[in-house]
């Protein structure tokens, strides 16, 4: 039996939103305070337990100087189960 671990649009978006704030070297509280959120409210999206909207997606990216594709998994990367 071979386990894997799917991971969700969420949890794939934050990890790649955690990156490039990371790559851009901003903390949480400040981009939090730049986009009128609390840093709770970052954490979150990062840790992938909910999404930001498609807006605050394109501010993000825009802040991190990133495509916002970029925080999408490519095709290869989807899984589909049947």
């Given at each position: 039996m071979r386990l894997t671990h799917h991971v969700t649009l969420s949890e794939h978006i934050g990890e790649?939103?955690?990156?490039?704030r990371i790559?851009?070297?901003?903390?949480?509280?400040v981009?939090?305070?730049?986009?009128?959120?609390?840093?709770?409210?970052?954490c979150n999206w990062e840790a992938g337990r909910n999404q930001p909207s498609y807006e605050r997606?394109?501010?993000?990216?825009?802040?991190?100087?990133?495509?916002?594709?970029?925080?999408?998994?490519?095709?290869h990367e989807l899984t589909y189960e049947v």
């Amino acid at each position: 039996m071979r386990l894997t671990h799917h991971v969700t649009l969420s949890e794939h978006i934050g990890e790649r939103l955690w990156q490039a704030r990371i790559d851009a070297g901003i903390a949480q509280n400040v981009i939090a305070h730049e986009l009128g959120v609390t840093r709770n409210t970052v954490c979150n999206w990062e840790a992938g337990r909910n999404q930001p909207s498609y807006e605050r997606i394109y501010e993000l990216a825009r802040r991190y100087e990133v495509s916002p594709v970029s925080f999408f998994p490519e095709l290869h990367e989807l899984t589909y189960e049947v």
